[in-house]
């Protein structure tokens, strides 16, 4: 079986994210901190106290106690005490960060405190995600589902201090939580989504998108995913191209693709094994949809992945 039957379990399976947490500012007084820009994304929460988030190109933002952010591919950015910090004097947030914190001005019990993260995906897949979100989510504690994020970061606040074997792979798995969570409040928040997020809402594209992601291997018409949907053909292709950026029939090919490609890379199924699994009757028609998609045939695609890994070929 390919894939996860579920649009967001498919994505994060090729995403396949890796989570890192930290440092965190603990700050008081006049101050401000830097982070460096980051491939991917970054996120993190305000568990004491507010602070202003300042993106280059992007109008200061106010967080307060409870609120979560995640940026996508970001620039430097700063968080402050005030909306006028100087980016240029702001305290450098690095590696370095005694006990994973780093404290700016005296401890004092009305500090802030922000804890920041990263999510780092595999580089061939990251734009399955970055490109259908905006530069800046913020989930705000008055959000329904900032209660389900408060109870997974406090989690995550646990396995840290505890230190514990197995602690990497259990915030691995904390992270995905998470990041789907805020993707969840992302959809809600919006109305509208876009892309596979569409699958979020519970509309006719919605029910399209999850029946078409359950059953990869069958042999969807434009007639059947417009019923699954309870819509006219014409109003489905419509609708589904304005929210999704591609025809449904296209969407299904390129998603084919890209689960393929990432078995292929991955050796986790033969060429004909994934001619099945992607809803095509031959191994020949299935290269030839993969060909006109990718530029090459399968077996080439996974001669040159294989061979970027190391790994030496085997039959297909």
Same mark, same amino acid.
Request: glycine share 10%; proline share 6%.
């Given at each position: 079986?390919?894939?996860? #039957?579920?649009?967001?379990?498919?994505? $994060?399976?090729?995403?396949?994210?890796?989570?890192?947490?930290?440092?965190?500012?603990?700050?008081?007084?006049?101050?401000?901190?830097? &982070?460096?820009?980051?491939?991917?994304? /970054?996120?993190? &929460?305000? +568990?004491?106290?507010?602070? =202003?988030?300042?993106?280059?190109?992007?109008?200061?933002? #106010?967080?307060?106690?409870?609120?979560?952010?995640?940026?996508?591919?970001?620039?430097p950015?700063?968080?402050?005490?005030?909306?006028?910090?100087?980016?240029?004097?702001?305290?450098?947030?690095?590696?370095?960060?005694?006990?994973?914190?780093?404290? $700016?001005?005296?401890?004092?019990?009305?500090?802030t405190?922000?804890?920041?993260?990263?999510?780092? &995906?595999?580089?061939?897949?990251?734009?399955?995600?970055?490109? $259908?979100l905006?530069?800046?989510?913020?989930?705000?504690?008055?959000?329904?589902?900032? *209660?389900?994020?408060?109870?997974?970061?406090?989690?995550?606040?646990?396995?840290?201090?505890?230190?514990?074997?197995?602690?990497?792979l259990?915030?691995?798995?904390?992270?995905?939580?998470?990041?789907?969570?805020?993707?969840?409040?992302?959809?809600?928040?919006?109305?509208r989504?876009?892309? =596979?997020?569409?699958?979020?809402?519970?509309?006719? $594209?919605?029910?399209?998108?999850?029946?078409?992601?359950?059953?990869?291997?069958?042999? =969807?018409?434009? /007639?059947?995913?417009a019923?699954?949907g309870?819509?006219?053909?014409?109003? &489905?292709?419509?609708?589904?191209?304005? *929210?999704?950026?591609?025809?449904?029939?296209?969407?299904?090919?390129? =998603?084919?693709?890209?689960?393929?490609?990432?078995?292929?890379?991955?050796?986790?199924?033969?060429?004909?094994?994934? +001619?099945?699994?992607?809803?095509? *009757?031959?191994e020949?028609?299935?290269?030839?949809?993969? #060909?006109?998609?990718?530029?090459?045939?399968?077996?080439?695609?996974?001669? *040159?992945?294989?061979?970027?890994?190391?790994?030496?070929?085997?039959?297909?």
């Amino acid at each position: 079986m390919l894939g996860f #039957r579920d649009p967001v379990a498919d994505a $994060i399976g090729l995403l396949r994210p890796s989570t890192s947490i930290g440092p965190s500012v603990q700050a008081t007084g006049e101050w401000a901190a830097r &982070f460096d820009g980051a491939a991917h994304m /970054r996120t993190g &929460f305000v +568990a004491r106290g507010g602070c =202003w988030l300042l993106l280059q190109g992007h109008e200061p933002v #106010r967080l307060e106690r409870g609120d979560y952010y995640l940026l996508g591919n970001p620039d430097p950015y700063v968080l402050s005490g005030t909306p006028t910090a100087d980016p240029r004097s702001a305290v450098r947030v690095g590696g370095n960060a005694a006990g994973g914190v780093v404290r $700016i001005g005296p401890e004092a019990e009305d500090d802030t405190y922000v804890c920041d993260g990263r999510f780092t &995906f595999e580089d061939a897949n990251a734009s399955v995600l970055t490109d $259908i979100l905006p530069r800046l989510v913020v989930v705000p504690s008055t959000d329904p589902r900032a *209660r389900h994020l408060a109870l997974v970061c406090e989690l995550l606040v646990v396995e840290l201090e505890a230190d514990a074997a197995g602690g990497p792979l259990v915030l691995n798995h904390l992270g995905q939580i998470m990041l789907v969570h805020m993707l969840r409040a992302h959809a809600s928040r919006t109305g509208r989504p876009v892309g =596979w997020l569409c699958a979020l809402n519970d509309d006719g $594209i919605g029910a399209a998108l999850r029946a078409m992601h359950a059953d990869m291997a069958h042999s =969807w018409t434009l /007639r059947e995913l417009a019923e699954a949907g309870h819509m006219s053909r014409s109003a &489905f292709a419509r609708t589904f191209k304005e *929210r999704v950026g591609v025809p449904p029939l296209e969407y299904l090919i390129q =998603w084919r693709m890209s689960l393929a490609r990432d078995a292929l890379r991955h050796g986790t199924l033969s060429i004909p094994e994934l +001619a099945s699994a992607t809803g095509y *009757r031959s191994e020949s028609a299935f290269s030839t949809a993969f #060909r006109r998609v990718v530029g090459v045939s399968p077996a080439r695609f996974r001669s *040159r992945a294989r061979s970027a890994a190391g790994v030496k070929a085997r039959p297909a």
